[in-house]
């Protein structure tokens, strides 16, 4: 952590709150990367470890959230620390929603043990979507220690990466030579959704960072990017 | 709409940021309504024009930042008053993902015209996962006007029928019977899941609401109900 001369207290505060987002990142980073253990190996116990860690994430949540409103009842912020507050529950909101993801992932490994859920012939996506999710995870959490909007546009080419692998697993899907049955096809299409939502949200916190520190709306960052 | 006395210019600027949110759930529903209709008739310009309305979503959307933007930015807002702006930004995000799978949908559609996208074995599913679809749209938007915290909770009993629906679509698409081939198991499960996180979404809308009337977190929320 870099210290910054002359910060307020109420800045320090919002650093304080982009900690526990960063750490929140980080779990969803961690708890992606052993779902998709679980799911490559049949791991139960790693599995059964993702889905109880989830309740680590709910209480980090809770705290970032009650951090956002003791900022945003102190008097008079200045208009760019409403926006970091402002910012801070709606990366809350993108965090949940990854370490949701990471944890339907581990009860689908969990369904199927002792079985393997996916066909050998699509671990490989798997692998390499799952190693992208993390990257995606952990790319995030810098952004919000750097705050630097050059680092959040970086995210949308790992994005980029993630989206061509999902398209490829969906033409192994729509072979006519797929022989793994319906059950199988179901479990790899909503798995592939799940990592692609995934790294969605972690584009969707660089996005956000770069509106706290610019003052550009969401979608005015889409049409600029 | 109701006109309560004394009401102050903040107050009065909170509740048309409400009535554009309101107007937002209503697109979304009439979006899905749509969406449903080309899905289960291979309607290709009802498709289109799904697709086209979406631009409407995005400019309300934009909208309805600025004004939540313009609240912020006041001088000296009461607690409740930050409360409700932040809410606000938290149901943009969540109307604008309703948009946005109702798009899916249309877009699933449009990809197989002019082939109906569904085996007519699932078309009653869909038909009762967009009537209800519709109707959560509807009652996030009422939930909007009224500020009454038991319609919000009314919303969770639709979305357990929803949830039920899309367990039973799921054994239908499971049994060894299912004759239809995996490309169309695939769109089934993709679009079963479109619906469903639209009715998340909306639910969510009712907890927000929730929240903003009465000052719990939505996490205190969920262990309360």
């Known amino acids: 952590m870099r210290r910054k001369p002359k910060t307020s207290a109420y800045q320090e505060q919002v650093e304080a709150l982009n900690g526990i987002l960063g750490e929140m990142c980080d779990l969803a980073g961690v708890a992606m990367d052993l779902a998709t253990q679980a799911l490559l190996h049949a791991n139960l116990p790693v599995a059964e470890q993702v889905i109880t860690d989830h309740d680590r994430m709910l209480e980090m949540s809770a705290k970032a959230e009650k951090q956002a409103f003791a900022l945003l009842s102190q008097q008079a912020p200045k208009p760019a620390d409403l926006r970091a507050t402002v910012t801070g529950f709606q990366i809350v909101a993108d965090v949940d929603r990854m370490g949701a993801l990471a944890l339907h992932v581990a ?101 956000r960072v770069v509106f706290q520190t610019t003052g550009m709306t969401p979608q005015q960052l889409i049409e600029t990017t």
Request: hydrophobic share 40%.
């Open 107 to 207: 009860k689908t490994a969990r369904r199927r043990h002792p079985n393997k859920t996916l066909p050998e012939e699509v671990d490989g996506y798997f692998a390499e979507m799952g190693r992208l999710a993390v990257k995606l995870a952990h790319a995030a959490r810098e952004v919000l220690e750097s705050q630097d909007p050059q680092d959040a546009l970086q995210l949308e080419e790992d994005d980029d990466a993630m989206d061509d692998l999902h398209r490829h697993l969906f033409s192994v899907l729509m072979d006519r030579e797929w022989k793994h049955g319906v059950e199988s096809a179901v479990d790899v299409t909503l798995l592939g959704r799940y990592y692609e939502r995934f790294a969605d949200h972690a584009v969707l916190i660089g996005r």
